[in-house]
């Protein structure tokens, strides 16, 4: 209930703003306004206010939100702007994936290059220790050659 009369309120608002501003008398404007407020509001079946208005009318409900792009379209342009954005967003969609699978294939990459390194590394450090024993032993024959 409160809920339909801020949506009552808010239409009210719109329709003031509006409304043409008659410089004659304020009588004939008030039921002027009451007679566009009575067709606003022709829905006795407990029927939204959105679904009050009459359906070959092509404008949306008043005090929808609206954008820059989707205020000077009709539904049909609505719609046909929402299908061009999704198939922007599908296309976006796409380019992401080919990103995100080439930089798998690089990390794949970088983590087989990684491994042979290391492996490259293990063996040097072999190779030093291996090298570092034979100086010790050499070393020990100097100092009796001494």
Known sequence: MTAAKKERDALENVLNTFAPKNTGSSHASAAATTLEKDSLFKSGSGTSLAASVAPSSSRRVLGAKETDRTRELDNTGVLQLQKQ??????????????????????????????????EMLGMLD?????????????????????
């Open 85 to 118: 954005i999704m198939e922007e967003q599908d296309a976006d969609v796409v380019d992401l994936t080919k990103v995100v699978m080439r930089m798998k294939g690089m990390g794949i990459q970088i983590s087989d290059e990684l491994h042979l390194q290391n």
């Open 126 to 146: 072999q190779d030093v220790d291996r090298v570092d024993d034979k100086l010790r032993v050499a070393k020990k024959r100097i100092d009796k050659i001494k």
